[in-house]
């Protein structure tokens, strides 16, 4: 049969999501931990291939191939006592054939936390970036505005090679401070590699007055990685949800009403 995986996971551990030679990765463990519950080799399909050290509240995992007298609910159990505590299955579900984690979702949410004040906190240390500076939150959201939309996303992303399509469409960018957190929630029909952390690193720098919200189309229009601002570190970025026909994913630990919010 083939499953679908709610995956949550602390990204500090790991050298990012995706299956990598030597090293550890919440792919590999999860599909290390399939394979022995089933007794054969597995592989998976991740929604959204997250880079080393950032986390995920809704995850979404497809394995084809799990005998079909084991039972789902079973399955979970298993898996979240042999993985690694950084790594929690929320639901686990038998699903369609042609259900592909990857291929079948609309969009996916990810949210950027920065902590906005004069020190840190070391209980939030590892899922923020730390910015002692104010933060002109107001013209966040109006370079925002300008990113939001189908366009060419080469100056905010990595492509994995030459003649891969850079046009994303980028459905909501939006900036809101509650206290001293600030978050940046963005969603899209997919992201270029280091994209979020990108388009957080020039709003960061249109928030430090440093650039004019004006300046947005022309960073689009240059195509060019030196164009924009840089890529912040990643423990501030989690992907909060993934959508598909049938709802969002993650609601077990990003509850909608929050999730519509953030």
């Known amino acids: 049969m083939n499953l679908r995986l709610d995956v949550a996971y602390d990204g500090a551990p790991f050298r990012g999501f995706a299956r990598q030679p030597d090293v550890r990765t919440v792919q590999g463990d999860l599909e290390e931990a399939l394979s022995k519950l089933c007794g054969a080799e597995l592989s998976t399909v991740g929604a959204g291939r997250t ?21 789902p609910v079973k399955i979970r159990d298993s898996l979240n006592s042999m993985l690694h505590p950084a790594i929690a299955v929320s639901e686990c579900r038998s699903v369609p054939e042609d259900f592909n984690a990857r291929f079948g979702a609309l969009s996916r949410a990810y949210v950027y936390g920065i902590l906005q004040r004069r020190f840190s906190d070391p209980f939030l240390a590892p899922t923020v970036l730390f ?24 100056s905010f992303g990595r492509l994995p090679h030459s003649d891969a399509p850079a046009e994303r469409v980028l459905y909501e960018l939006r900036v809101r401070r509650d206290g001293d957190l600030i978050r940046v929630r963005a969603r899209a029909n997919a992201f270029l590699q280091q994209m979020v952390r990108s388009l957080v690193g ?10 004019s919200p004006e ?17 912040v570190v990643p423990q501030g970025l989690c992907l909060v949800s ?11 630990f990003w509850p909608p009403a929050r999730e519509t919010g953030a």
Do not use: C, K
């Open 202 to 211: 020039t709003l960061i720098q249109v928030g430090e007055g440093r650039r």
């Open 131 to 154: 910015h002692p500076e104010p933060l002109d939150v107001e013209a966040m959201n109006e370079a925002a505005g300008h990113l939001v939309g189908a366009h060419d996303f080469s």
């Open 51 to 71: 880079d080393a050290g950032v986390h995920a509240l809704g995850q979404v995992v497809s394995v084809f191939g799990v005998p079909d007298d084991l039972d």
């Open 215 to 231: 300046e947005m189309p022309q960073v689009l229009e240059a195509r060019d990685r030196s164009a924009a601002g840089p890529v």
């Open 242 to 252: 993934v959508e598909y026909p049938d709802g969002w994913s993650g609601t077990a």
